[in-house]
C-alpha cells in the first residue's frame, strides 16, 4: 500500500465549479499535512498547511481526519488559474515530505 | 532572487558518463533537500541534510553521492549513469528549527533540473 494515495484524476470542471480532492495516509504516527500545488513542468510550491480544526484560505478548504487517516481540499468557485496538479503531502518523523501522485485538476472555460 | 536555485536547469547526457547537480539556498535554512520526481510525476525523497549533516539517506543506489560544503549548498554527484536515472531532480530547503524552538515545515522548491540519460 502506498504512503500516500491520491485519485490521480484528471478532474475536468468548469469555471465557477466546486471541486473536492481526498487524499489518505497509512502512517498513522504522520506528524503534519500539507496540499502543495504543481503547475506543468514546475516546482511544487505549497498552497496550505492541513490542521485538525480544518482551515480556510480564501476559496480553499482543507480538512484533516486523523481517526480516518483522511485529507481533504475543497476549491470553490474554481477559476483557469487553478488548473494544475495538487500533491497531498505528509510529514513524517525525519522532516521528510512524502508526497502523493497528484490529482490533476483542469478548469475550463 | 531566487530563494533556492538549481544548475543546469537541463542536462542531457549518454549511459555511463558522472554529472553533478548544483543547489543553493539564499534563505538561510539549515536542512536541505534531493527529490527525485519520475516519469510518473511521483516525487520521493531521496537525501536531507541538516547544518552540513547527512540525516535522511532512502534507499538510493550509491552511484549518487550528495555533498554539502555549507549549510547554503547541497550538490548531487551522479556516477555511471543509467537510463532509469532520467528524471526531474528537485532541491529543496527549510528551516527545521527556529531561533526560540519552533519547528517550521514548509519546505522551498528549486527549480528542478530535468535529467535524461541517452
Known amino acids: 500500500r502506498k504512503e500516500v494515495e491520491q485519485d490521480p484524476g484528471p478532474f475536468n470542471v468548469p469555471e465557477g465549479a466546486t471541486v473536492a480532492f481526498n487524499c489518505t495516509y497509512s502512517?498513522?504516527?504522520?506528524?503534519?499535512f500539507f496540499w502543495y500545488r504543481q503547475d506543468c513542468r514546475k516546482e511544487p510550491k505549497l498552497l496550505m498547511s492541513?490542521?485538525?480544526s480544518g482551515n480556510e484560505d480564501g476559496r480553499f478548504t482543507a480538512q484533516l481526519n486523523r481517526a480516518s487517516q483522511y485529507i481533504s481540499l475543497l476549491i470553490r468557485d474554481s477559476k483557469l488559474s487553478d488548473s494544475a496538479t495538487y500533491l497531498c503531502?505528509?510529514?513524517?518523523?525525519?522532516?521528510?515530505?512524502?508526497f502523493g501522485s497528484g490529482t490533476r485538476l483542469q478548469v475550463q472555460p | 532572487d531566487t530563494a533556492v536555485s538549481q544548475t543546469p536547469k537541463y542536462l542531457v547526457t549518454q549511459m555511463g558518463n558522472d554529472k553533478s547537480i548544483k543547489c543553493e539556498q539564499n534563505?538561510?535554512?539549515?536542512?536541505m533537500y534531493w527529490y527525485k520526481q519520475d516519469s510518473k510525476k511521483f516525487l520521493k525523497i531521496m537525501f536531507s541534510?541538516?547544518?552540513?549533516?547527512?540525516?535522511i539517506n532512502e534507499t538510493v543506489p550509491n552511484r549518487f553521492s550528495p555533498k554539502s560544503p555549507d549549510k547554503a549548498h547541497l550538490n548531487l554527484h551522479i556516477n555511471s549513469l543509467e537510463l532509469g536515472d532520467s528524471a526531474v531532480y528537485f532541491c529543496?530547503?527549510?528551516?527545521?528549527?527556529?531561533?526560540?524552538?519552533?519547528?517550521?515545515?514548509?519546505?522551498?522548491f528549486g527549480p528542478g533540473t530535468r535529467l535524461t540519460v541517452l
Open positions: 541534510y541538516n547544518n552540513k549533516e547527512l540525516i
Open positions: 529543496a530547503s527549510s528551516q527545521d528549527v527556529g531561533l526560540a524552538g519552533e519547528r517550521y515545515n514548509e519546505q522551498f
Open positions: 534563505l538561510g535554512h539549515d536542512t
Open positions: 503531502v505528509v510529514l513524517g518523523g525525519r522532516r521528510a515530505l512524502t
Open positions: 502512517n498513522s504516527a504522520s506528524q503534519s
Open positions: 492541513v490542521y485538525s
